[in-house]
């Protein structure tokens, strides 16, 4: 499979089955905290890097087993990249939505939101994430690293319009990297921009994977806590989350409890395969690939991986106090 992987153990909307409708990496930042990587065409333009219906072919050949869909809680939209710059992402939501009959989700950096077609193409989906780290422009020049032909203003207001449209569930998740956008200037400043938006909920992350520059650091708990506890006071904002270090307990509305389903495990080379879709799209833990997978524990993920790592297929890397593999 060149754009599905997963279904991906997901704690904000259960077992998620990812489709990457970008190859590796198109996008209009190139940001220092990228789990995927460095960007290798930083460009504004939209249009059709990959051929929709080999997405859709793609998607059709996975649903025709009817088991699939069991296994699956959201489908979830999404890239190498960022997605909003394929040009055919309407058509792929409208038939991701009547093809599996799941929730559909968009995962994107917000930047064209303003953006009528967009717009159009987003408000099909169930749910869409879009991330606004900070609206201060040194911050943002340092932390995302936009394409010159981003403009910072024009990305809030059509956030702020799309927001203010929209329909379905909208969470807007604020990434945060120590020393580059956590002051309080940018927290300040965030809550003024936040206020003038309809949203869902806030969800706050920071560097929990490692990033495309080791320099990019992750705020601590405490820190990312008492931010919270300042999104949570402005007017409208129902609840906030701390994603990377699990709920923040800010949340105005009550928990829902999503359901993880168990599957029989495919054979060991059916399911490496599978592991390295993942791994190709986000570094992961032995212990993130065994909730995902159900493979028998982290030591079996291990010894699983093994021979791939002396061949160099997959690597190891050290962050903080975990061991990656991607």
């Not at 990457?20 to 198109?26: A, E, N, Q, V």
């Not at 609206?135 to 943002?140: E, G, P, Q």
Request: charged share 30%.
């Amino acid at each position: 499979m060149n754009h599905i992987f997963g279904p991906v153990n997901s704690r904000r909307l259960g077992r998620s089955l990812g489709i990457d409708i970008l190859p590796r990496k198109i996008c209009n930042f190139d940001c220092i905290y990228c789990e995927v990587g460095p960007t290798t065409q930083l460009v504004c333009e939209r249009q059709e890097y990959v051929p929709t219906e080999s997405i859709i072919a793609e998607v059709e050949e996975y649903f025709a087993d009817p088991t699939v869909s069991s296994r699956i809680d959201v489908v979830t939209v999404t890239a190498s990249g960022e997605p909003t710059l394929h040009s055919g992402l309407g058509r792929i939501i409208r038939f991701l939505k009547e093809r599996t009959g799941k929730p559909v989700a968009v995962l994107t950096n917000g930047t064209n939101l303003g953006d009528k077609e967009v717009a159009a193409a987003l408000s099909q989906a169930d749910v869409v994430i879009p991330s606004l780290d900070t609206v201060l422009s040194t911050s943002f020049r340092k932390l995302n690293r936009p394409a010159k032909c981003v403009d910072l203003d024009e990305m809030i207001e059509g956030l702020i319009q799309f927001t203010n449209g929209y329909e379905g569930e909208l969470w807007l998740e604020i990434l945060l990297a120590r020393g580059f956008n956590d002051s309080k200037e940018d927290i300040e400043a965030l809550m003024e921009v936040i206020r003038r938006m309809k949203l869902s909920r806030v969800q706050l992350n920071t560097v929990a994977r490692p990033p495309h520059e080791k320099f990019a650091l992750p705020v601590e708990q405490d820190r990312l806590k008492e931010i919270a506890e300042q999104l949570s006071k402005v007017p409208g904002v129902p609840r906030v989350e701390i994603i990377t270090y699990g709920m923040s307990g800010f949340e105005k509305g009550r928990e829902v409890a999503v359901k993880q389903p168990h599957f029989s495990r495919p054979d060991d080379e059916k399911l490496v395969d599978e592991i390295l879709q993942m791994l190709k799209r986000r570094p992961c833990t032995a212990v993130d690939i065994d909730r995902t997978f159900f493979v028998g524990g982290p030591e079996k993920v291990e010894r699983l991986l093994e021979p791939l790592v002396h061949s160099g297929a997959v690597e190891k890397q050290h962050h903080g106090d975990k061991v990656f593999y991607h």
